[in-house]
């Protein structure tokens, strides 16, 4: 085909991308025309419905789609007219038609078009659902089974307290004989089990079946208490394994139906209608729990029963606290070995049934704040077992809690967090063993022991470094606090008469604060390199105390309370700050990096506070022969590392740039 050049000179064809970019456009108008006439079409229909004399709803009819016209095997498709490409202008294409200009036309689509998603216009929001009536809610939860699970706990509780009534009230009254009341109770505890065990065989009647199961077992249970509580027929260790068996096979129900709520139904009335059949919290009561909760434990293995084993703890926990609260208010003259036993045996149940049941708990934590929850009463057990008896009850209970976190971290379900709980429960049990069986300065020093090992197995161990410093630095800290009750203050300022044996344990608590604080100081600084300055002023500050108060108390005890002693101790003690201050510049030349930084800090401090002490103290408070001491050697002290310092960095300065010959 020839083409006719336009005046001036022959027109550039147009590249492919811009022809590209055109038929893309032009393609996007069709769709664009396409959509607009299938919506004039449906609009006219729509109009014509809403127009016409209601009728019965006829289908409406669908709109044909225009067929695509294939092209003659003789036709070829025009080219586009050449245009200059810096001044092409669109056309804008009229409404509800094509683009202007002859432009390739692909083969349109057959069939209908897809319906294009509706969108909500902006701001728009979906309209809040009306609130449900009470009576729709009282509904659902019908269907959901709540109404009557509420009403299954009801009825149990109300028939538990029926048969309370029977076997207590009725027996006060003279009503029936006893052997009515207790054989009506096991008739009654056996109708219910049987009763619920076969309705219990269709999963869909469980819930209501658990209840009546449950309340067969508590009646049981509370028969057999009575029998020994109140008509006294059987010994009580025979109850008590009587007692056991029942809740062993009949909550064994629960284990098998995987109902947590028949154990809860069965173990909440125990321990709040108990204490009524007995009339007291006695022996008979607390060994009646105690071998309910051990006969029960079985039932928990492999269920993830957090409030089931949350409850049996109470009802064997509960009761030792009323004793040892009623030990306080009556202070009984004899040992009560009994609740000693009771309270050591249901701090080992409940550790013991923790660790066996973390492998199938999914809240581990929970499980094991639980079980130190049994610590409580044995923290108030001495009025009742005596301070020697409760302060090694405690002690033998915090090597179990330690020993448990630092050696369990290889079991299945034993966190951090978990072991964290175990030690920090030992410390207060260590606590509470030292403030039992020690007093003064007793305590102090178990206290200021205790913070030194444990700062130790900090340093040496990497299981709970970071909770073992905790530890250790809270008993240095209430060690240090005792110091100064007992006057640690007091005497390194003003001259005192304190007795030589006085003397001699304060000196015992301030040298091994002395240790703990200079273990913590290096354990802390080696872990938090970034405060190493901060860590090294504040413990080198308290150990410059501490040092005075041994040297102070040594004068002291060596010269009876005399002033010679006092004015003696304050002289040692300034010559050792400076002394070892001295030691501790010398041997950071030898170190590098934070070890090095925390030494040079440490060993500044002293020398500051040394002299400080020097001329605002022992200028005043020392006189004659010891305030000459004291200024002159700690002068000749400091001349002599001066110039030993400065050697040494000549030295170093040599041997980093050696002169060249």
Known sequence: MNHTPAPGGPT???????????????????????????ISDDMTTLQSILGAAPVPPQPSPQPVP????????????????????????????????????????????????????????????????????????ISQAAERGLVGKLLAAAGVGI????????LVLAAQAG??????????????????????????????????????????????????????????????????????????????????????????????????????????????????????????????????WIAMFATNTAVATLPLCYAVVEGMLTSPDAVQWFVVIALGLNMLLATGSALVLLRSSTQPLIVTLVASATLVPMLGAAPVAGPMVASIMLALTAVVL??????????????????????????????????????????VIGLAGVGFVVAVGACVTNQLALQLRIVGTVFT???????????????????????????????IVAAVSLAAVATLTWSWARVRRCDVPTIGTIGSLISLGLVTEICVGLGGAISGGADSGFRAGHTVATITWVLTAAAGLIWARRLHGSSRTLTVTVSLVIVAAAVAKLFLFDLAALDGLFRVIAFIVVGLLLLTLGVVYAQSLNSDDGRAHPRTP
């Open 66 to 137: 225009p067929q695509a016209v294939p092209p003659s095997p003789h036709q070829h498709q025009p080219m586009p007219a050449p245009y200059a490409i810096p001044t092409y202008q669109p056309v804008r294409p009229a409404p509800y038609a094509m683009p202007a200009g002859p432009m390739p036309v692909g083969p349109k689509p057959v069939g209908p078009i897809p319906p294009r998603p509706s969108y909500p216009p902006a701001g728009h929001r979906p309209p809040i659902p009306p609130r449900k009536t009470m009576s729709e809610r």
């Open 477 to 507: 800290g209430l060690a240090l606090l005792g110091l100064m009750s007992l006057g640690a203050i007091d005497r390194m300022v003003l001259r005192n008469s304190l007795s030589a044996t006085t003397q001699a344990q304060l000196v």
């Open 159 to 166: 028939t538990l307290i029926g048969v309370v009534l029977l």
């Open 175 to 304: 009503l029936l004989r006893p052997e009515l009341r207790v054989a009506g109770g096991a008739l009654l505890a056996v109708a219910l089990v049987g009763v619920g065990a076969v309705l219990g065989r269709d999963a869909r009647r469980r819930s209501g079946a658990a209840a009546l199961v449950a309340t067969g077992v508590a009646t049981a249970l509370f028969d057999v208490l009575a029998i020994t509580a109140i008509y006294h027929w059987v010994p009580d260790y025979a109850a008590l394994i009587l007692a056991a068996v029942i809740a062993a096979g009949g909550l064994g129900i629960a284990h098998w139906w995987d109902s947590q709520a028949l154990a809860l139904m069965v173990g909440i009335p125990l321990v709040g209608f108990a204490p009524f059949i007995t009339g007291e919290i006695d022996d008979v009561l607390v060994g009646f729990l105690l071998g309910y909760t051990a006969a029960t434990l079985w039932i928990q293995l492999g269920r993830n």
């Open 402 to 443: 330690a020993t448990l976190a630092l050696g369990t971290d290889h079991l299945r379900g034993v966190t951090s967090a978990v072991r964290t709980v175990w030690l920090a429960a030992g410390a207060v049990a260590t606590c509470g063993a030292l403030m039992a069986g020690l007093d003064g300065p007793g305590l």
């Open 12 to 38: 550039p064809a147009p590249s492919d991308t811009t022809v590209t970019v055109l038929e893309r456009i032009s393609g996007q108008f069709a769709d664009i025309a396409r959509s607009m006439t299938s």
